[in-house]
């Protein structure tokens, strides 16, 4: 597998940029590695609840197929072996564990309405799911919370997805958004990576609890539109959101590697 690339940026700072890849093959374990990944940082983070939240990733060779968590494994513990790839039907194609029947079918609506989506994150964080029930976006209210400016819907029905059409539903919902926030259920995100979409997500909850503390208080300044607009261009774009979960995941390797016992 391709080395990550390292590049420097105008102002002379080393900057990573994602791998480019020799075969399928490599991508692929690349992709589950990840996946892997910010399964563990998202349960180190408090995120994961019983058997609740789920995050997925397209294969790169076939794209109506994509590797999701299995139920029944502590996202504390999971290993890339015991990844799952599922079709859009939710039909396990590898792996022996079951999944998530609705998130398989949410995320597979996803995954089919927006081609350029290539992983989802949704998980049961507890600023996430407080303030989902306010049923509104975050707002530009600092640097960070600005990430999310005019980059949220708010999905409110269908409350639960009962079928592939409820399902379908909810995809539409996200209207090209990278982020969408349903009312009393929490939060999802996606991304172009795995990577992608896990940061985003943390940043999310972060920028969900940031906003109930500063309510909390009082009324909150709201950013101009147009520098809110200039920061989530920036903070909130593929590349800065990529580079920045590299660190977690350098964190995450310096402690253990044995999650990554793919052959």
């Known amino acids: 597998m391709s080395e990550e690339a390292e590049s420097r940026s105008a102002s002379g700072f080393a900057t990573r940029n994602p791998p480019i890849f020799e075969s399928v093959k490599d991508d692929r374990r690349h992709r589950i590695e990840r996946l892997t990944a910010a399964c563990r940082i998202f349960g180190r983070a408090g995120f994961s609840e019983g058997l609740l ?4 990733v397209r294969d790169p060779e076939d794209p109506d197929h994509f ?5 029944g494994i502590s996202f504390r513990l999971i290993k890339a072996s015991d990844m799952v790839l599922v079709d859009h039907a939710g039909n ?3 792996g022996s564990r079951p999944v998530n029947p609705v998130g398989v079918r949410l995320h597979a609506a996803v995954h089919r309405a927006y081609p350029a989506v290539t992983a989802v994150c949704h998980a049961h964080s507890i600023h ?10 975050i707002e530009p209210i600092t640097q960070d ?3 999310f400016f005019d980059d949220q819907a708010i999905i409110r029905e269908p409350r639960v997805a009962n079928d592939a059409e409820g399902a379908d539903q909810f995809a539409a ?6 982020t969408a926030i349903q009312p009393g259920h929490g939060l999802f995100t996606t991304g172009e990576s795995v990577d992608e979409a896990a940061w985003r997500f943390m940043s999310m909850e972060r920028a969900c609890q940031v906003q109930l503390l500063a309510e909390a208080a009082g ?3 709201i950013w101009p539109a147009e ?7 920036a903070l909130g774009s593929p590349a800065f959101c990529w580079q920045s979960f590299q660190l977690l995941w350098d964190e995450l390797c310096a402690e253990t590697r044995e999650f990554l016992d793919l052959e």
């Open 227 to 233: 520098m809110a607009l200039g920061l989530k261009n």
């Open 92 to 94: 396990i194609l590898k």
């Open 128 to 137: 996430g799911s407080a303030w989902s029930a306010f049923g509104r976006p």
């Open 219 to 221: 009324k909150p300044e």
């Open 67 to 71: 590797w999701a968590n299995p139920l």
């Open 53 to 56: 939240g789920h995050i997925t």
């Open 173 to 178: 919902g996200f209207a090209g958004k990278r």
């Open 145 to 147: 919370t600005a990430v």
